[in-house]
């Protein structure tokens, strides 16, 4: 039996990274993130708000009032880790902006800078750079989406997407978006990295769903780590990562194997 709370050791957290800037093998963001300069920092907020601006590290690390989350974290590739973040719900910067009637959704953008991310002058580098994710309007305002700046009573390693990344924790991992550096509202859906890759196997929505598989595997089980080739830890995965009754009024009415 597999302790659904049991966190994932900080040494796997920080070893086993999906960081496509710093290379694809898990591996990769651990030994080569370190390249990627986080101070000075800043992240600008721009488009349907009244007033666009920027915030400075600093502002984000003494502006918001800052809690310790534990989540369960699902990645689309059927793995997950219980982690214990560090940070602020996203609404709460959001409003600072003052957003306008006509917002209805969020798109991020993640730091681009060749020089310092090795993956991203890789020529198997497959995605269209910056890495960008979005949100509707209502997700990005739910009290569950976090903004990070730390784990495990810590800052963010930089492989985990130091100095601010998002974390949204009833959606596939890849929409949880590191590194952030521009946040613009809008009117309409923006497009993301993994949609434009391949609109098929991952779709705007990606929240986590059991029942409606990726093409090339199965979404009904995950392997919790961490795990050995002894001790699988394979479990059921919940629909909505098991958030379902935070987060399932959003989608009421909504085709979930269509908007997936
Ligand atoms: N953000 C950026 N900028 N680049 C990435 O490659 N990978 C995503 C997401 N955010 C990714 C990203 C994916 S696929 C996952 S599963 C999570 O980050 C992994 O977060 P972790 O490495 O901190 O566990």
């Not at 730390?150 to 959606?171: D, E, F, I, M, S």
Request: charged share 25%.
């Amino acid at each position: 039996m597999v302790n659904p709370w049991i966190t994932a050791p900080l040494e796997d957290v920080k070893a086993y990274c999906n960081f496509y800037e710093f290379g694809t093998d898990k591996g990769d963001p651990g030994r080569y993130a370190h390249e990627m300069t986080v101070d000075p920092w800043s992240i600008e907020v721009t488009g349907e708000v009244h007033k666009p601006g920027k915030l400075n590290l600093e502002d984000i690390l003494s502006g918001f009032d800052l809690e310790e989350r534990v989540y369960r974290f699902r990645c689309v590739e059927a793995w997950s880790m219980v982690i214990p973040w560090v940070g602020f719900p996203l609404a709460d910067l959001l409003q600072r902006f003052e957003p306008t009637g006509k917002a209805r959704y969020v798109e991020f953008r993640t730091l681009y800078r060749r020089g310092e991310m090795r993956g991203t002058r890789s020529f198997t580098s497959i995605i269209d750079w910056p890495y960008r994710e979005g949100l509707r309007m209502d997700e990005a305002m739910h009290p569950l989406t976090l903004m990070s700046v730390g784990l495990y009573g810590n800052t963010l390693p930089n492989q985990n997407g130091a100095p601010v990344r998002l974390v949204v924790p009833w959606k596939y991992g890849f929409k949880s978006i590191k590194s952030i550096v521009s946040i613009r509202l809008l009117e309409k859906q923006p497009g993301t990295s993994w949609e434009a890759l391949n609109p098929r196997e991952y779709g705007f929505y990606s929240n986590v769903n059991p029942e409606v598989n990726h093409p090339r595997w199965s979404q009904a089980s995950e392997r919790r780590l961490p795990s050995t080739l002894f001790k699988p830890n394979r479990i059921p995965t919940r629909m909505f990562n098991g958030y379902g009754e935070q987060v399932a009024h959003l989608y009421d009415g909504m085709d979930l194997s269509r908007y997936y």
